[in-house]
């Protein structure tokens, strides 16, 4: 099984912070890479899928980078409802493997 | 819109069996996966296993290889996820989630307590 790593757990930002969350894989995945957010009580939410593209109606503030073994998440400009934890996800082989979850919390 | 509306919480004993259902609609049931995904309470996210809607196939996780099962029926747009010989760490959120050839549509979740 691929295992995905994310880095940090959690972190604490102010609103308008540029905020970076990594995730490696155990073997390369080329770009067979998802990012979700999840709100405390509420079903994940698609943000980026092949590494880089923004799922349709998500803001531009985020934007997802990488390929190969090490992929990045950055939200350029944090907002009040970016407040939640988010997760990778390789879907280049099954069976399908999430990163733990990085926390992002208010300074 | 397009939207997955799973059944509502359970609450079931040790040993007995659990079936979630997801309804799809907005979109054409057969042309899409439906994963089902997991979430015991503090954890991350768990693949379970998926179906092609469209010819039936399944393939499931060896970590429930042998309790569950991924079934749909398409006359009513819906995916079913039976898991059975249920353990109190069993307890968690069950999601459906659709996909093209990435996950973009999830279900609301189902809680599924497993208690005696």
């Known amino acids: 099984d691929i295992q995905m790593t994310q880095s940090p757990s959690s972190l604490s930002a102010s609103v308008g912070d540029r905020v970076t969350i990594t995730c490696r894989a155990s073997?390369?995945?080329?770009?067979?890479l998802a990012w979700f957010q999840q709100k405390p009580g509420k079903a994940p939410k698609s943000l980026v899928f092949?590494?880089?593209t923004l799922q349709s109606g998500v803001p531009s503030r985020f934007s997802g980078s990488g390929s190969g073994t090490d992929f990045a998440l950055t939200i350029s400009s944090l907002q009040p409802e970016d407040f939640a934890t988010y997760y990778c996800?390789?879907?280049?082989?099954?069976?399908?493997?999430f990163g733990g979850g990085t926390k992002v919390e208010i300074k | 819109q397009v939207q997955l509306v799973q059944s509502g919480a359970e609450v079931e004993k040790p040993g007995a069996s659990v079936r979630v259902s997801c309804k799809a609609s907005?979109?054409?049931?057969?042309?899409?996966?439906l994963h089902w995904v997991r979430q015991a309470p503090g954890q991350r996210l768990e693949w379970m296993g998926w179906?092609?809607?469209?010819?039936?196939?399944?393939k499931y996780s060896q970590t429930f290889q042998d309790r569950v099962t991924i079934t749909s029926d398409t006359s009513a747009s819906t995916a079913y996820m039976d898991l059975s010989s249920l353990r109190s760490d069993d307890t968690a959120v069950y999601y459906c989630?659709?996909?093209?050839?990435?996950?973009?549509?999830w279900g609301q979740g189902t809680m599924v307590t497993v208690s005696s």
């Open positions: 989630a659709r996909e093209g050839a990435w996950i973009d549509i």
């Open positions: 907005g979109y054409t049931f057969t042309t899409y996966a």
């Open positions: 179906i092609n809607a469209a010819n039936g196939n399944t």
């Open positions: 073997q390369g995945i080329s770009n067979y």
């Open positions: 092949a590494a880089s």
């Open positions: 996800q390789q879907y280049n082989s099954y069976p399908l493997t």
